[in-house]
């Protein structure tokens, strides 16, 4: 036992695992969220369509680019893929205003036409994650014309479920408005305090595997760095809140059609591109059944689902998931870019460039259906998406440096 | 070593046991509903405070916060419609 005290306070003098640190470039800036280009791997990308990710409102982007190895973005980057990924930001006072349209449809409309025009390319694939997945499907719903694909990983799209977000944001007494009108953002504590309450002993199971695993450096650089994520949260713009309660959690909009976007409908049967919906066998926070349901409601005929061990954060940045998931996700993009332009899957990569090698062969995605579809035979000039000015993308205004202890279980 | 590992089996089929009983109880509605009913009351009576200090400094002609939030989040949106702008001017560049 005593070993094990050592080992923990050895782990206390280590430096901390650095986040978040593949080098991007702002691409572009706009109130408080920014567009960040991850720097294309030295003999420039190898595929056509480059892959936007869409995170989550209320944790920050690099999730998606968690450490050195354990990078999803890094590992897509070394594949050949042009990847953005759209930081959110820190919301101020004043974005208690900023509603979910401006979010859902204008926001990811820009960031979409800004990936592409930087790319050379006329649409992107998109991949969604948790929350993000949802604004992704609902854009893509809405304004389908610059998505390539979609790829949702564990997006909720149904909201009536037992869990216990559900159950409390559908009570009588829980007031959204009065809650949005009291805090302005809806404060990351309490959004933090309810996902500690889908599983109240998390914190000392956390406590018992430090003691367990204290000796093991490298587990704990991904445990710290997953600590470090989580306790990383940033507040949900109010206006925003109180829509996805009310019309998303509430009402169920998607699936009831209910749901409208800039004052248009949103229908899921819209969505004819590609899908891709991940689900996670022991998601607690998004439960599968609520992910996968998507398949059902969209109009696409070239839908898969990929179902998968492990939890909500845990099987998206795990050494696991760079063996089974980033690679199945890799070629779900590879194929389409081949059948929809019959052209590339671009200029292979200089044998010089050492990352441009799989590091392992992709597992096959769950095929439901596999239909070929017409796109822009648009040749791309790959060696020239490389060019934009190298400036690692600094983190954006307002993001607390400080790191906060002693929480983990978050929702994304 | 043996010890730990048993302290640990221990500790995994108490936290299992523990944590489902917890969540149980968690989604109850006799607890649910006396939550959400507090935070509403929470937030009620800081949206009143709020209001008593925004009136008060209204009567002395100074801005609010919630008018000085209301213009930055105007100039926000302005900044965002000029990017539309310039994006479809730089579109109907040859």
Redesign the interface.
């Known amino acids: 036992m005593l070993d094990r005290l050592f080992g923990v306070l050895r782990q206390a003098q280590r430096p901390k695992p650095k986040v978040g640190s593949t080098p991007a470039f702002v691409v572009h800036h706009e109130n408080k969220w920014r567009l960040l280009r991850y720097r294309p791997r030295a003999a420039g990308p190898a595929y056509r369509t480059p892959v936007l990710l869409v995170p989550s409102l209320i944790n920050r982007h690099y999730v998606l680019d968690l450490m050195p190895g354990k990078s999803f973005a890094e590992w897509l980057v070394a594949q050949g893929h042009d990847v953005y990924v759209i930081d959110w930001g820190t919301p101020s006072d004043e974005d208690r205003f900023v509603d979910f349209d401006d979010i859902a449809d204008r926001a990811i409309a820009r960031a979409l036409r800004v990936a592409c025009k930087t790319a050379g390319a006329e649409q992107a694939h998109v991949l969604g994650y948790c929350l993000g997945g949802t604004l992704a499907v609902i854009h893509a719903a809405r304004r389908p014309e610059r998505v390539a694909s979609l790829t949702l990983l564990a997006a909720p799209v149904a909201f009536h479920d037992d869990g216990l977000l559900s159950l409390w944001t559908r009570t009588q007494s829980f007031d959204v408005a009065a809650l949005v009108a009291g805090a302005g953002n809806v404060p990351w504590q309490l959004l933090q305090s309810a996902f500690h309450m889908l599983r109240p002993t998390l914190n000392l199971q956390k406590a018992v595997t430090i003691l367990d695993k204290a000796w093991d450096d490298e587990f704990m650089d991904g445990f710290l760095a997953i600590e470090t994520w989580g306790s990383d949260n940033v507040s949900f713009p109010g206006a925003c809140y109180r829509t996805y309660i009310e019309e998303l959690y509430r009402a169920d909009g998607l699936m009831q059609g209910s749901f409208s976007l800039s004052g248009l409908p949103v229908r899921l049967e819209n969505v004819r591109c590609p899908v891709l919906a991940v689900t996670f066998e022991h998601d607690t926070i998004v439960p599968w059944q609520s992910a996968a349901v998507v398949l059902d409601r969209v109009g696409s005929s070239d839908k898969h689902r990929l179902h998968l061990a492990g939890g909500h954060v845990g099987a998206v940045v795990s050494k696991k998931a760079s063996k089974g998931l980033w690679p199945a996700l890799s070629t779900f993009w590879a194929d389409r870019d081949a059948s929809s332009s019959g052209v590339e899957q671009a200029a292979p990569a200089a044998s010089t460039d050492r990352e441009a090698a799989p590091a392992v062969p992709a597992p096959a995605v769950a095929a439901t259906s596999v239909t070929a579809t017409a796109g822009s035979p648009e040749p791309a000039s790959v060696a020239a998406r490389a060019a934009a000015a190298p400036t690692t993308a600094a983190p954006s205004k307002g993001h607390r440096a400080k790191r906060r202890g002693g929480r983990s279980q978050n929702g994304s | 070593m043996f010890?730990?590992d048993l302290t640990?089996q221990y500790?995994n089929a108490w936290?299992n046991q523990?944590?489902k009983y917890?969540?149980h109880w968690?989604?109850s509605?006799l607890l649910?509903?006396?939550?959400?009913?507090a935070?509403?009351a929470?937030?009620?009576?800081?949206?009143a405070a709020?209001k008593a200090a925004a009136d008060f400094w209204g009567t002395l002609g100074l801005p609010t916060?919630r008018d000085?939030?209301?213009?930055?989040?105007a100039l926000?949106q302005l900044?965002?419609r000029l990017?539309d702008l310039e994006?479809r001017l730089a579109d109907k560049q040859p």
């Open positions: 010890g730990w640990k500790f936290e523990t944590a917890l969540e968690l989604k509605p649910l509903e006396p939550a959400g009913a935070l509403s929470a937030m009620k009576s800081k949206a709020d916060k000085q939030e209301r213009t930055l989040h926000n900044q965002s990017l994006e």
